[in-house]
């Protein structure tokens, strides 16, 4: 058969055609989707961009909110609070859980809640306040400036009680009930009675930071 001119050149441009079409759809196709994830990308480093521009103009009243914050903390802790003898440390301590724990019982109206043991651990000196660091200290990065010259205790102590009690507990050792600035990074709780009729009574593990008093 042969070809008259016109049948060529419609054969010729679908032959085009078709190489447009593999063209757009091996590369032409990649490299728009390619294109397109890199404007999305900008997008959101964009994005990230005014949201740090955003932070650093309220960095410097973080900043003084922070200091403000610190210097009343120290206040508190050397104003407010008498000073104590480091050998009498642990003996006010357990002096002031125990009224607090009895004030808890009361007012929550919870005759479980109360102390197992307590176990002390060692003194720890103060370090200037700014102070790197000693390597491998566990904590002593989340320790604020204001505190780092403050001597401390972590006493170990198994308590049981209701759960509502203990949240009490934590709120007025919050309140400085204690007389004394405390800290406490974790706690344990499991039930100590299967199928309990009512709120259970547990088991608690809570490690507290007690910071020693030095006034002013």
Known sequence: ????????????????????????????????????????????????????????????????????????????????????????????????????????????????FDIVNIQPGALTSSSPAGAAPEEGAEGADATPDALKSFPTRVFNMSMRGKYATLIDFLYQLGALKLERLVTIDKIALSPTEKNPAGSPTLTITIPITAYMRQGG
Do not use: C
């Open 1 to 112: 058969m042969t070809l008259t001119t016109p049948m060529k050149i419609i054969l010729a441009l679908l032959v085009i055609a078709l190489i447009a079409v593999g063209f757009w759809l091996l590369d032409w196709q990649h490299k728009h989707t390619e294109l397109a994830g890199v404007k999305q990308q900008k997008a959101d480093l964009q994005a990230k961009l005014e949201q740090n521009r955003e932070l650093v103009k309220a960095l410097p009243v973080l900043t003084r909110e922070k200091a403000d914050l610190e210097e009343k903390l120290r206040q508190v802790v050397q104003t407010d609070l008498v000073a104590e003898k480091p050998e009498l440390f642990v003996a006010n301590y357990i002096k002031q859980i125990e009224r607090v724990m009895l004030e808890e019982r009361v007012r929550m109206s919870d005759p479980t």
